[in-house]
């Protein structure tokens, strides 16, 4: 799934941040997780999910913001997002048959 401006200024929207006054780094990083969170999706529901289904939409963008914001030090609450997240991860991986040895 192509990445866009478009995907990027929401999710920096959500995240409270001035999409015009982000800097590379952050533009990356944001990038970055929303590609994660594609690829999350894609096995969660499937790779030919609806892109342009308004709670698809809804879930990259509070996925990916979760990712951005997971990122250093983190609260109780946020760790256990994240663990969700990476656990949820690692079981999709397995179940495509990535993680084999």
């Known amino acids: 799934m192509a990445l866009n401006n478009?995907?990027?200024q929401e999710?920096?929207?959500y995240l409270g941040i001035d999409f015009n006054e982000i800097d590379p780094i952050v533009e990356s990083n944001l990038r970055r997780q929303i590609s994660a969170a594609d690829f999350y999706l894609c096995g969660a529901i499937g790779k030919s999910y609806d892109s342009e289904d308004p709670r698809v939409k809804e879930?990259?963008?509070m996925i990916a913001a979760e990712l951005y914001s997971s990122r250093g030090v983190m609260s109780a609450k946020q760790d256990a997002a994240f663990r969700?997240?990476?656990s949820d991860f690692l079981l999709q991986l397995r179940l495509e048959g990535r993680g084999d040895d």
């Open 6 to 8: 478009s995907i990027t």
């Open 59 to 61: 879930l990259r963008i």
């Open 11 to 13: 999710v920096a929207e």
């Open 84 to 86: 969700r997240i990476a």
